[in-house]
């Protein structure tokens, strides 16, 4: 399942804001938050019992696991040509893959966004503390742009759902498996097949020549 998006500008660099999404500290709460360690390994999950079939905590799979396991099943590409950027999900839930997906630019959004926020009011802070003990004319003037920019900034987090990426076209479960290709793994089931067939003719070819061999080839006694 992919989602198209495309970088608003207001909400900081393209580069920086895949590069959050693809962070460990990101990843791991929206793991955490999800849920996701029993899907991800469910062969070592018991459902019944609701805890991992192994008791043993260092065979269990940590948190580490579950960010390789992620980052597996997640690709992020950019079209450098419009800035597009595309968000898959290959996961065998087609369902599943669409939703978390949505979830991850809906939580990328709102992450980055209260960022703004709270950066935001940190420096509005800041330059009124300088304004109050700033005398001079131009320097006033300079704190008030400064301080004006850093409003908008912060009217723009907080009206803003949407602060960073711009959802273009949510993901949807796709009609068609994207894999396994049944075609090609048809050819590749034929192709070993044939190459080991010829490999056991050639076997069983030498070893009947071999027995032949020592047929023909009378022994020291016999001579």
Same mark, same amino acid.
């Given at each position: 399942?992919?989602?198209?998006?495309?970088? *608003?500008?207001?909400?900081?660099?393209?580069?920086?804001?895949? &590069?959050?999404?693809?962070? $460990?500290?990101?990843?791991?709460?929206?793991?955490? #938050?999800?849920? *996701? !360690?029993?899907?991800?390994?469910?062969?070592?999950?018991?459902? &019944?019992?609701?805890?991992?079939?192994?008791?043993?905590?260092?065979?269990?799979?940590?948190?580490? #696991?579950?960010?390789? &396991?992620?980052?597996?099943?997640?690709?992020?590409?950019?079209?450098?040509?419009?800035?597009?950027?595309?968000?898959?999900?290959?996961?065998?839930?087609?369902?599943?893959?669409?939703?978390?997906?949505? $979830?991850?630019?809906?939580?990328?959004?709102?992450?980055? +966004?209260?960022?703004?926020?709270?950066?935001?009011?940190?420096?509005?802070?800041?330059?009124?503390?300088?304004?109050?003990?700033?005398?001079?004319?131009?320097? +006033?003037?300079?704190?008030?742009? *400064?301080?004006?920019?850093?409003?908008?900034?912060? !009217?723009?987090?907080?009206?803003?759902?949407?602060?960073?990426?711009?959802?273009?076209? $949510?993901?949807?479960?796709? #009609?068609?498996?994207?894999?396994?290709?049944?075609?090609?793994?048809?050819?590749?089931?034929?192709?070993?097949?044939?190459?080991?067939?010829?490999?056991?003719?050639?076997?069983?070819?030498?070893? $009947?020549? +071999?027995?032949?061999?020592?047929?023909?080839?009378?022994?020291?006694?016999? &001579?």
């Amino acid at each position: 399942a992919s989602l198209a998006g495309v970088s *608003l500008g207001g909400g900081g660099s393209t580069e920086q804001n895949l &590069a959050v999404l693809q962070s $460990r500290q990101f990843l791991w709460k929206f793991i955490q #938050d999800e849920k *996701l !360690m029993p899907i991800l390994f469910e062969k070592k999950w018991d459902a &019944a019992k609701k805890q991992w079939k192994d008791s043993d905590p260092e065979k269990q799979p940590s948190l580490w #696991d579950a960010y390789r &396991a992620f980052k597996n099943i997640l690709n992020v590409s950019t079209d450098k040509k419009t800035s597009l950027v595309t968000i898959a999900i290959e996961w065998k839930d087609p369902e599943q893959a669409a939703t978390w997906a949505n $979830r991850l630019v809906v939580r990328l959004n709102d992450f980055l +966004r209260k960022q703004a926020i709270v950066r935001s009011q940190e420096n509005l802070k800041y330059l009124n503390q300088e304004l109050a003990h700033t005398e001079v004319a131009d320097m +006033r003037n300079a704190l008030f742009e *400064l301080i004006s920019q850093q409003q908008k900034k912060a !009217m723009l987090a907080n009206t803003q759902k949407e602060y960073a990426f711009r959802i273009i076209d $949510r993901a949807e479960a796709p #009609d068609k498996k994207s894999k396994p290709k049944r075609s090609l793994i048809v050819i590749l089931s034929a192709f070993v097949a044939g190459f080991l067939s010829v490999i056991y003719v050639f076997i069983q070819e030498g070893i $009947r020549r +071999r027995k032949e061999e020592m047929e023909n080839d009378p022994s020291p006694e016999q &001579a």
